[in-house]
């Protein structure tokens, strides 16, 4: 359902990126894109490779700028990475020479913040996904499931409004991929933040999600929304409902076309 613009955190207005390649050619990698992404919600962007999902996370990050059109956070142009945002990312890139707890803790000592307000928080984060008692390992010790749990609690850390996630569960195998569909649920749940996923799976998109956009092939622009129509708590056998099934289908066919 349409909401009102007062309800939007991002306001995506006609946005395009073009951008020069090695070879010197301009290459459009979006096109025309209108979307609002409301306060609190969790919405994914999928589509082919190559549609422009990731640069449009890197707009929604402030980390470059549309070619054209107006991009809007908090109804002020968004002109660099506003405050409060967190991303994870496919790879954890968790520090080695660090242990668990203090790659957590690694936002808070950039930002310059005291540090023993957030460990007790940080403990916290690792016990909602699983990790307590790990707080002292070194993350090289993690298997590749729990560092991206780890990663996760250290988006999280400084209590951002937004949290980016650009394919975060990308390589990880399909049962460990569910174990964290559920803690990133929870993990919502809990912060009442919104979240924007980048993803490739479907199955992903519609089982986390609030909303999934369909983005066409490059130049990406949005062919096709969809309200996910399930219980806001959702369980692993949700993923396997007549209901659940269908959505990923007509989500499957308008990538297809």
């Given at each position: ?11 995506i207005r ?18 025309r ?32 700028s549309?070619?054209r ?41 950039i ?30 010790q ?51 933040g ?12 519609v ?15 949005i ?7 399930l ?27």
């Amino acid at each position: 359902m349409p909401q009102p613009e007062a309800a939007y955190l991002y306001q995506i207005r006609d946005v395009g990126l073009c951008y020069r390649d090695a070879s010197g050619h301009d290459v459009e990698a979006l096109s025309r894109v209108d979307c609002g992404i409301a306060r609190g919600e969790f919405i994914s962007f999928i589509g082919p490779s190559g549609c422009g999902k990731t640069t449009l996370l890197k707009l929604l990050s402030g980390l470059i700028s549309p070619s054209r059109g107006e991009l809007l956070f908090n109804d002020r142009k968004l002109d660099g990475p506003p405050e409060g945002i967190g991303m994870a990312f496919q790879d954890p890139l968790l520090l080695p020479w660090r242990n668990v707890i203090d790659n957590v803790l690694l936002p808070i000592e950039i930002l310059r913040l005291p540090r023993q307000h957030y460990v007790g928080k940080a403990a916290d984060l690792l016990t909602v996904v699983g990790l307590a008692g790990f707080e002292t390992k070194a993350s090289w010790q993690l298997s590749g499931g729990m560092r991206q749990r780890a990663s996760l609690c250290r988006a999280l850390i400084n209590d951002p409004h937004v949290l980016l996630l650009d394919e975060p569960f990308g390589a990880l195998d399909a049962f460990t991929r569910e174990e964290l569909w559920l803690i990133l649920q929870e993990l919502h749940r809990r912060t009442r933040g919104t979240m924007i996923l980048i993803t490739h799976q479907l199955h992903e998109a519609v089982f986390l999600s609030d909303r999934v956009v369909v983005l066409s092939n490059r130049p990406g622009h949005i062919v096709h929304e969809a309200i996910i129509d399930l219980p806001k708590q959702r369980s692993r056998d949700v993923a396997y409902s007549t209901e659940f099934i269908a959505q990923v289908d007509v989500l499957r066919k308008k990538i297809e076309r």
